[in-house]
């Protein structure tokens, strides 16, 4: 018997009366297989198991739950802010996203802010508040995805800044339900964005439909995102070694392209030698992870018990103070919409209100201008969130402050990063360009934060 199938056999082994184990027992038990699971999760785990599957669990079933648990607690959303410290100016500006959030949230509605929530506060109010994204298709990311989604269907210009991209992307009519879950792998061979380009367009008949690209969290958090639930066989499964044991499974998937495909089109995707595996496929009707390899069932449990195994972590940071850099600036048009992007780390304040000098001055309409914004993150701790923050809340306030709608933020987690980085892109219809005096003037009133003016400068009343 080969060393995968023993591993596989090891892990196959149940923990014996896991059901009735104490708390003591479950964390004994938890030390001896190398778990991090908190307390509380293994006390979810230990009464899922009794109640819902009624048996034990695996060795493998509890370490790649672990692992899963542990990669997500990486994550943006496993971690709340309760408050920040740091400057009076910065607990002003947070003070003002909770009561906006409390203001916008629905009856019975518990306040909970991560950075998602963060990020996207500020055009949320603003909507609310009648301040409309103009540009509602304006969306920003990762240039895989849009390369995936095929910039045939994007509408003005496109603009680049390093990895991350933005543009005005039609509504996808494409159904999102073709049953089959697959994984398109770089070569190493081109750029990735160009790979995926060229795969896509050479499936266009096929019926695929690009889902995700999975960065430092692999594929199962979208997995998780899902309708429904998913099945998956590890036996086909590339660059995937079962020596490894099940919880190296966990974050399988960094860096490739998610898509669905119809059964159909299989033989022709698997048959052509590409880099895709063949991850698994949907199950309707349930809620439930199933891993197996080949008829060997390795784990199955529902979406439930895997969400609920991430416990929040509540977190009141220190802001780091502004040590602004920007990273890079550039800018795209045509004839009728002006686009700028800026990237900015620990701080944007002073380099997004230049950027929205220099696009009202070459023309742009600062009535009809749109926000989105990119937020890539190392692995989160307390030292990335304080970091992230000194962009963010810079962020929010000059959006506040200048009315500037927003709408599709997004944050990516990026292993290879050691700082947080912002990337903010700025559309705006096409004018006539601002008189000469506009320029000195938006410098005057930026040099000392005076809003009131800079708001009288973009919207002049006469």
Known sequence: ??????????????????GMLSPEGLQHTAAELGLSLSLTAL??????????????????????????TSLRATLPAATLIDGVCGSDEDRRIFADILRQGETLMQDGESMALHVNGLQSMSG??????????????????????????????????????????????????????????????????????REVTAFFDAHQAFGLTPLAVPHGEGVFPHLLALETGVSIDTAGLLYFNPDEGLSALASYGKGTVLFTAP?????????????????????????????????????????????????PYHVRPTVTARTERLLALDKAE?????LLGMTTEKGCADTLLRTVGQLVAAGGDPKHMTATALLELPPMSETVLSEALA????????????????????QITRPGLTTPRLTVFLAAERREPREEEFAATWASAMSTKAYDQMRAILYPTN
């Open 334 to 338: 045509d004839d009728t919409t002006l």
């Open 124 to 193: 949320r109010y603003l909507a609310r508040c009648g301040a409309i994204p103009h540009h509602k298709s304006l969306k920003c990311g990762h240039v895989a995805e849009f390369s995936a989604l095929g910039l045939g269907r994007a509408k003005g210009p496109t603009l680049t800044l390093g990895s991350v991209m933005a543009a005005q992307m039609a509504e996808d009519k494409a159904p999102r339900s073709a049953p089959y879950l697959l994984l398109l792998f770089p070569t190493g061979q081109a750029p990735f964005e």
């Open 263 to 311: 059964q159909h089109a299989l033989p022709l995707l698997l048959g052509k030698g590409a880099p895709i595996t063949l991850l698994g496929q949907r199950t309707p009707g349930t809620k439930r992870l199933v891993l197996h390899h080949g008829n060997t069932l390795l784990l199955t449990a529902e979406n439930g018990l895997l969400h609920a195994l991430l416990a």
């Open 391 to 410: 962009c963010l809340l810079d962020l929010h306030r000059i959006t506040c402050e200048l009315a500037i709608p927003s709408c599709h933020h997004r």
């Open 1 to 18: 018997m080969n060393e995968p199938m023993n591993t596989m056999m090891a892990e196959r082994r149940p923990v014996t009366n896991f």
């Open 43 to 68: 006390l979810r785990c230990r009464e899922y198991f009794r109640l819902r599957e009624l048996r034990d669990p695996t060795v493998g079933e509890l370490r790649f739950l672990d692992a899963l």
